[in-house]
């Protein structure tokens, strides 16, 4: 007897719904099978000269790329967040200031086993490598580059009868004075010591050319050392605004981006400025000194020398790209085609030095017709090459660096306001730096 | 008695249904108005109850962000840590500092306010709507405007102190360590009078007119109907607006994160600030959390001590 099949409500529901797991399943199935895309996040610069960047590597590639970007301000948060979150990224654009952070979190990878990145080293400045470089193990491939620079107004020099800028610290000092006399400028000398994320740079430029060293080789404090350490450049800042009165006290309230208005205002003969605000101080649209900003050599102090601070972002890897060895291939492939070349040539490194004035850490960029001729517009191609070629890595940059750099640049304000010697500030500073070495 | 006994057995059924029925509604009432109120109640549980049980959590761990393999119980440890800080007490003797200035100026500014908006002149309606305007503005574009009046570059308190001929030459304002906390107290006071002056203006209307005549009968004069009549009927008002701001001024952030980050030096390092640089800056969670609850506490405190002297005078 042939059994009769019945649809009971039950057996409706129950089927209906395995019927729709089923189609869940295999939707999911063949979404991933599709396209199982890389994560590539960056924080908001630059973000069509990515998006176009990335559509080129698509084609080419087949691979597929996920792109999200958060504001720089609060892209550390964020990204910690997303780390501890698990959230997926693959490759991200990351500040040289966080690497020992994040490396020793575990969120980074080394990619010293992948010779396709490795291999560039050869090509870009050796501060650049130092600086994706942690206990020995590199971090990534050069994303941008760029080192405090010595700006002067050439035009303000002339007026004060002066010839050629300064090369020493003291000279410095006397040619700032001199414009004081002639009434050219209430404050000659520009320093933005602000708490803010570029205070760092602009302490490590004046101490590295005064011949000193926040830490040394084995990470100990020596910013508190008279001979060695940060003693001479601070009485240098303090001695400019308490004694000299060339640098104003407004100092410690001034950050980058109000100092950079300031200079362009033409209210300044000398200031320290990062390089690739240069291109902004000699647009006629955005500054009113135009054509007379000029880079000269980080002046040197008495057993100094031109040195300045360089800076680093880097692309860097993550473990969940490493895990796979397919995701790990295209993740390399997707970090040549933007830190390294891309069909033969250092497409994205040129776009946003042509687009928004990014420094590349290429050296060879520099013999680049196009691009000297681009710099050749605002800037000295010479100066500028033979400064980041004596860049060197913030020796600060540990896991515990945040939580220092807070205390040290209060430590300075403080001195510049003459609340604190500057052995004082700096016994500070290298005490807080010995107590978070200790704990950490 | 003759009452009870002339009632029928059958009024006493009726009697006890009605109740029974009345229960019984009374009942789903219940249930009905708990159910309304339950997705409003998870709601109030899952975004204000949650968090701040699990902040409480949290400041008993080692909770680095950064550190995230490594979380250990530590008990009160972080409290312990925070309260044997010597930092954080120079930053609770700023806070203090900071809200006395700021709420003592509020409230003195908010009572001349609401005496002259309590009297009849021509263009009271819109001097009492201009009033509104700092209170109206965002509390960033309040930050913002005030960093711009305060630059020592290109300020428009230097521009207009110059103008006038009161200064020779520039003057450094937030960058001096002596003035920031006052500055900074200036630009919060610009925008909570408006309030203290609407709550004050509020609770002297309430006053009797027959006060005033009675007074005058007896002689007062202004100053003495003032402080004999306006000011002690104003104490229930005076306590909300001293409450109120006291807990604002305490808890502060966005003025001393948009004009000083904290600084000149640690000038501006107050508990709030130090919260924030703590948490969102170190990643250092548990600590964070613990300093949060000392300042919810103190501010809890306080509010009870402010609530007790003022309504004992009333």
Same mark, same amino acid.
């Given at each position: ?8 409500r ?5 089927n209906?719904a395995?019927?729709?797991?089923a189609?869940?399943i ?5 979404r ?5 895309p890389l ?30 970007n ?14 501890v979150g698990?959230a997926?990224?693959d ?15 575990g ?11 490795t ?9 650049c490598?130092?600086?994706m470089?942690h206990?020995?193990k590199?971090y ?14 050439g035009?303000?020099?002339e007026?004060a009868?002066?010839?050629?800028p ?40 004046m101490i590295?050319?005064?011949?000193g ?7 100990m404090?020596v ?7 940060a ?5 240098w800042?303090?001695?400019a605004?308490?004694k ?9 309230e001034?950050?980058?981006l ?7 205002s ?9 390089k ?14 135009a054509?007379?900003?000029k ?22 890897m993550?473990p ?7 995701r790990?291939a ?13 069909d ?25 017709p196009e ?5 050749a ?22 896991p ?5 750099n ?15 010697t ?17 704990q950490? | ?23 019984v509604? =009374?009942? &789903?009432?219940? /249930? ?6 339950? @997705? #409003?109640?998870?709601v109030?549980?899952?975004v204000? %109850?949650f ?7 949290? =400041?008993? &761990?080692?909770? /680095? ?6 979380? @250990? #119980? ?5 409290y312990?840590? %925070? ?13 203090v500092?900071f ?9 003195i ?6 005496l ?6 021509p263009?009271r ?17 309040n930050?913002?405007m005030?960093k ?12 207009a ?15 001096d ?6 500055l900074?107290?200036n ?15 509020v ?13 005058k009968?007896?002689?007062a004069?202004?100053v ?8 002690p ?24 994160f ?20 703590e948490?969102?800056?170190n990643l250092?969670f ?13 501010t ?10 003022l309504t004992?005078?009333?």
């Amino acid at each position: 007897m042939a059994r009769r099949s019945t649809m009971t409500r039950r057996n409706f529901l129950k089927n209906t719904a395995m019927g729709a797991a089923a189609l869940g399943i295999a939707g999911r199935t063949e979404r991933a099978l599709a396209a199982d895309p890389l994560y590539f996040t960056t924080w908001s610069a630059a973000v069509d000269q990515v998006k176009s960047h990335l559509a080129a590597f698509e084609q080419k590639t087949g691979v597929k790329v996920e792109y999200a970007n958060s504001p720089w301000a609060q892209y550390r948060e964020t990204l910690v967040t997303k780390f501890v979150g698990k959230a997926p990224i693959d490759t991200l654009w990351v500040s040289d200031s966080w690497l020992p952070e994040w490396a020793e979190a575990g969120w980074l990878v080394p990619v010293d086993q992948y010779k396709t990145l490795t291999g560039y080293n050869s090509d870009v400045d050796q501060f650049c490598v130092d600086s994706m470089t942690h206990d020995g193990k590199q971090y990534g491939i050069t994303y941008y580059t760029d080192f405090m620079g010595f700006i002067y107004n050439g035009a303000m020099l002339e007026k004060a009868g002066i010839k050629a800028p300064p090369q020493t610290w003291d000279e410095v000092v006397e040619q700032a004075k001199i414009v004081k006399d002639k009434g050219l400028s209430q404050a000659p000398m520009l320093l933005a010591l602000a708490q803010e994320a570029w205070l760092i740079e602009f302490l490590a430029a004046m101490i590295y050319s005064q011949g000193g060293r926040f830490t040394d080789d084995k990470g100990m404090a020596v910013m508190q050392d008279g001979k060695d350490g940060a003693v001479k450049a601070l009485r240098w800042v303090v001695d400019a605004v308490q004694k000299h009165k060339i640098i104003s006290p407004s100092c410690v309230e001034t950050g980058e981006l109000a100092a950079l208005k300031s200079f362009s205002s033409g209210e300044h003969a000398f200031g320290l400025i990062p390089k690739y605000r240069l291109r902004t101080l000699n647009d006629p649209a955005q500054s009113k000194i135009a054509g007379n900003a000029k880079i000269a050599l980080m002046p040197k102090g008495e057993n100094g020398s031109h040195a300045t601070v360089g800076w680093m972002r880097f692309y860097g890897m993550t473990p969940r790209a490493q895990a796979d060895p397919t995701r790990a291939a295209n993740t390399v492939k997707l970090m040549e085609w933007f830190g390294g070349r891309a069909d033969g040539d250092y497409t994205f490194q040129k776009l946003l030095f042509k687009d928004i004035g990014a420094g590349f850490g290429v050296k060879s960029l520099f013999k680049d017709p196009e691009m000297r001729k681009l710099y050749a517009a605002y800037g000295d191609v010479e100066i500028i090459g033979q400064q980041q070629g004596l860049a060197r890595k913030k020796d600060v940059i540990t896991p515990w660096f945040g939580e220092w750099n807070d205390v040290n640049g209060s430590a300075w304000q403080q001195a510049v306001l003459g609340k604190v010697t500057p052995e004082q500030a700096l016994k500070t500073s290298a005490d807080k730096w010995n107590t978070l070495k200790k704990q950490s | 008695m003759v009452e009870i006994a002339s009632v029928s057995p059958m009024s006493t059924i009726a009697a006890t249904a009605r109740r029974h029925k009345a229960a019984v509604r =009374s009942s &789903y009432d219940e /249930r009905s108005a708990l159910l309304f109120v339950l @997705p #409003f109640a998870i709601v109030l549980f899952a975004v204000a %109850v949650f968090p701040i049980l699990y902040s409480f959590y949290i =400041s008993l &761990y080692s909770l /680095r962000l950064t550190r995230p393999n490594r979380v @250990p #119980f530590v008990g009160f440890g972080n409290y312990v840590t %925070v309260l044997s800080d010597p930092q954080f007490w120079e930053a609770v003797q700023r806070t203090v500092v900071f809200s006395v200035m700021a709420v003592a100026a509020t409230a003195i500014i908010g009572l001349l306010i609401a005496l002259l908006l309590n009297e009849e002149f021509p263009g009271r309606r819109v001097l009492s709507a201009l009033l509104l305007i700092p209170w109206a503005i965002p509390s960033v574009a309040n930050g913002l405007m005030w960093k711009w009046i305060y630059d020592s570059n290109y300020g428009a308190l230097n521009g207009a102190l110059l103008q006038l001929g009161f200064i020779n030459s520039y003057m450094v304002w937030l960058g001096d360590a002596n003035k920031t906390l006052a500055l900074i107290a200036n630009a919060f006071v610009w925008k909570e009078v408006p309030l203290a002056a609407i709550l004050l203006l509020v609770g002297m209307k309430t006053i009797p007119a027959d006060l005033y005549s009675a007074a005058k009968v007896d002689g007062a004069d202004a100053v003495r109907r003032f402080f004999h009549v306006t000011l002690p009927a104003l104490g229930p008002s005076f306590a909300l607006v001293m409450i109120y701001e006291t807990m604002m001024a305490i808890r502060h952030f966005d003025l001393f994160f948009l004009l000083t980050e904290g600084g000149p030096g640690d000038a501006s390092h107050v508990v709030a600030w130090r919260i924030y640089v703590e948490t969102f800056r170190n990643l250092s969670f548990g600590t964070g959390a613990a300093m949060s609850y000392i300042l919810a506490l103190a501010t809890l405190a306080l509010a009870y001590i402010v609530i007790r002297m003022l309504t004992r005078r009333v």
